[in-house]
T-cell receptor, first 114, second 114 residues
Framework: GAGVSQSPSNKVTEKGKDVELRCDPI?????LYWYRQSLGQGLEFLIY????????KSGLPSDRFSAERTGGSVSTLTIQRTQQEDSAVYLC????????????FGPGTRLTVL | DQQVKQNSPSLSVQEGRISILNCDYT??????FLWYKKYPAEGPTFLIS???IKDKNEDGRFTVFLNKSAKHLSLHIVPSQPGDSAVYFC?????????????WGLGTSLAVNP
């Protein structure tokens, strides 16, 4: 079946603008994760969803970041008033359930804030 | 503070030889470890994992060894192939809470030369 998909693949925006990143997980996967990878850095956990609820938002770097998930499927990550330090690759992953450790990743969205 | 460390940012190996990628961790509570491979412009893909109750797991050319007393694991690729050239991430599963958060290393870039 189809893997995790993300859109857009690339996004260039101006500082101060809002952006929305979309993730479509693998069908049937109840857990969904957002990460980001800044240049030269490892993967940074942002937020996790189990179904539509987010038990762990501890990784969100500021209140400019928010995420939602509807219908237990698609998720959007919103960054308000973007800053240059938000530039990174944003990766989405899904897994079958919360006790299943293998996460399957999408190709990522490369965000560039000018 | 990096809880999962991959101290070698890059590694170069001749085709047909063994590649050994190393990973150290600091939290003795981690109970599950995973290796992911990442090609440019793609999301990470799951490669192999090991539970803390084991010290070795093998899958074809890939073997992961875990030394709990040393808090060290390694990924062996034998024989190495040019298609193995990628960035390899070590990740540890944090059992705290119920979301199985993965803690990631910064990655090791492997180049397998023909």
């Amino acid at each position: 079946g189809a893997g995790v998909s993300q859109s857009p693949s690339n996004k260039v925006t101006e500082k101060g603008k809002d952006v929305e990143l979309r993730c479509d997980p693998i069908s049937g996967h109840t857990a969904l994760y957002w990460y980001r990878q800044s240049l030269g850095q490892g993967l940074e956990f942002l937020i996790y969803f189990q179904g539509n609820s987010a038990p762990d938002k501890s990784g969100l770097p500021s209140d400019r970041f928010s995420a939602e998930r509807t219908g237990g499927s698609v998720s959007t990550l919103t960054i308000q008033r973007t800053q240059q330090e938000d530039s990174a690759v944003y990766l989405c992953a899904s897994s079958l359930g919360i006790y299943t450790d293998t996460q399957y990743f999408g190709p990522g969205t490369r965000l560039t804030v000018l | 503070d990096q809880q999962v460390k991959q101290n070698s940012p890059s590694l170069s190996v001749q085709e047909g030889r063994i590649s050994i990628l190393n990973c150290d961790y600091t939290n003795s509570m981690f109970d599950y470890f995973l290796w992911y491979k990442k090609y440019p412009a793609e999301g990470p893909t799951f490669l192999i994992s090991i539970s803390s109750i084991k010290d070795k797991n093998e899958d074809g050319r890939f073997t992961v060894f875990l030394n709990k007393s040393a808090k060290h694991l390694s990924l062996h690729i034998v024989p190495s192939q040019p298609g193995d050239s990628a960035v390899y991430f070590c990740a540890a599963s944090d059992p705290a809470g119920n979301n199985r958060k993965l803690i990631w290393g910064l990655g090791t870039s492997l180049a397998v030369n023909p």
